[in-house]
Antibody, heavy 123, light 110 residues
Framework: EVQLVQSGGGLVKPGGSLRLSCAAS????????MNWVRQAPGKGLEWVSS???????YYADSVKGRFTVSRDNAKNSLYLQMSSLRAEDTAVYYC?????????????????WGQGTLVTVSS | QSVLTQPPSASGTPGQRVTISCSGS????????VHWYQHLPGTAPRVLIY???QRPSGVPDRFSGSKSGTSASLAISGLQSEDEADYYC???????????FGTGTKVTVL
């Protein structure tokens, strides 16, 4: 069974840092592009970042220069290092695999998703 | 980051057909495939339709998708109470080099 289990959320002060993790199982992690999506309280879904199998990184303008996505294929894990956090980064963060690992990122859906982890940025 | 435009809400009685629109531009929907997600509060989103009109296994055939030019739509026929949820369209944007989501539509079953 394909599973994505997230960890690392919590409360952090503005300007602080936090690292989210996403542990994958049930598929060949190194063969699949991975993604981060968030949902702020009362808001819609917002794409945050993607990383391809060759570790090419993509970022939303809202997090560029502050967030860094990475992967450790040996540990079957995806990470999101978040720094210079702002109140507007408060959200539930989801990791998601692409639906078909043979298809390029641009044409791919996000499936499955992790359970989500809450990040709260507040003093 | 640009977003795709959806109506904020849609509703219908059980058994009715509901359609949700998703409007984009030449750099997103006009150039790339569209996916649709269902999101229930407190759960992870799940894909309902991918590549404009493909249904993953396990998704009822009551859900269908279409795309024309820079717009797409999701139809739910035979509306059921368990279809009450938020629905989002999504597509890759070639200009932004990233994914864009729709603004979301809350479906209510009356």
């Amino acid at each position: 069974e394909v599973q994505l289990v997230q960890s690392g959320g919590g409360l952090v002060k503005p300007g602080g840092s936090l690292r989210l993790s996403c542990a994958a199982s049930g598929f060949t992690f190194s063969s699949c592009s991975m993604n981060w999506v968030r949902q702020a309280p009362g808001k819609g879904l917002e794409w945050v970042s993607s990383i391809t199998t060759s570790s090419y990184e993509y970022y939303a303008d809202s997090v560029k220069g502050r967030f860094t996505v990475s992967r450790d294929n040996a540990k079957n894990s995806l990470y999101l290092q978040m720094s210079s956090l702002r109140a507007e980064d408060t959200a539930v963060y989801y990791c998601a695999r692409v639906g078909d690992c043979r298809v390029n990122l641009r044409d791919n859906r996000f499936d499955p998703w992790g359970q989500g982890t809450l990040v709260t940025v507040s003093s | 980051q640009s977003v795709l435009t959806q109506p904020p809400s849609a509703s219908g009685t059980p058994g009715q057909r509901v359609t949700i629109s998703c409007s984009g531009s030449s750099s997103d929907i006009g150039s790339n495939v569209v996916h649709w997600y269902q999101h229930l509060p407190g759960t992870a989103p799940r894909v309902l339709i991918y590549s404009n009109n493909q249904r993953p296994s396990g998704v009822p055939d009551r859900f269908s998708g279409s795309k024309s030019g820079t717009s797409a739509s999701l139809a739910i026929s035979g509306l059921q109470s368990e279809d009450e949820a938020d629905y989002y369209c999504a597509a890759w944007d070639d200009s932004l080099k990233g994914c864009v989501f729709g603004t979301g539509t809350k479906v209510t079953v009356l």
